[in-house]
């Protein structure tokens, strides 16, 4: 019970540090706010946290604090993009950019599951290696949160290009490849293969 509870604290901890570096990245647009809370982060995981007591202005509420606290443990902490352009009085507008990053991952990821191997038919690799649609087996596309990228996002015109990475084989031979998946307007508008690699 009482490993129960220290880990409970810890993880609290661990939220309120991040929610705090969050707001501070905010209001001070301060860079160096971003590294602070990469090394608070270790910190709180190695159970070396201090808690001080600060008052600040949260913008969110119990209605959505799991979602703003999820992304950011989901993410490593880096969730800088978030406030690209924000002032202090648009806070609030993190939990609607966290739902657009949630839904654009999820359509990039549904788009090469399903067209993954469209995309890699014909393709050479080294030259020499064709693959073929239908030899190619066992596609996993990488779905976890931290690894789905996006490289690049305008949350003003709904547009963000994401980079997923698919694990596949052909004729027993393990392969990787990623791709560039190019949203606008919400919706999902190219596909690019940027590179394949052999997997050991």
């Given amino acids: 019970m009482a490993k129960n509870s220290k880990a409970l604290v810890t993880w609290m901890s661990i ?18 706010q971003v590294d602070d ?9 190695n159970n070396s946290v201090v808690i001080q007591e600060v008052e600040v202005e949260v913008p969110v509420d119990s209605g959505n604090l799991d979602l703003v606290l999820e992304h950011i443990y989901d993410n490593d902490g880096s969730i800088n ?5 924000l002032d202090d009085d648009e806070l609030s507008l993190i939990v ?10 999820a359509l990039a990821v549904n788009y090469v599951d399903t ?4 995309e890699l038919d ?3 690799f080294n030259n020499t290696i064709e693959f073929d649609e239908d030899e190619i087996e066992r596609i996993r596309v990488q779905d976890d949160d931290d690894e789905v990228i996006v490289t690049s996002v305008d949350f003003e015109d709904s547009d963000a ?24 307007d919400n919706e999902v508008d190219d596909m690019d293969l940027l590179e394949i690699r052999e997997r050991n």
């Fill in 122 to 124: 014909k393709e050479l």
């Fill in 37 to 45: 809370l990469q090394s608070q982060l270790v910190d709180a995981q």
């Fill in 161 to 184: 290009d994401v980079l997923i990475t698919v694990y596949f084989e052909q004729d027993d031979v393990k392969y990787e490849a990623d791709f560039n998946v190019e949203i606008k």
């Fill in 15 to 32: 939220a309120f540090l991040l929610i705090g570096n969050l707001l501070g990245f905010a209001f001070y647009n301060d860079n160096a």
């Fill in 81 to 85: 993009y978030l406030l690209n352009d």
């Fill in 96 to 105: 609607d950019r966290i739902l657009f990053i949630n839904e654009i991952k």
């Fill in 115 to 118: 067209e993954a191997a469209d």
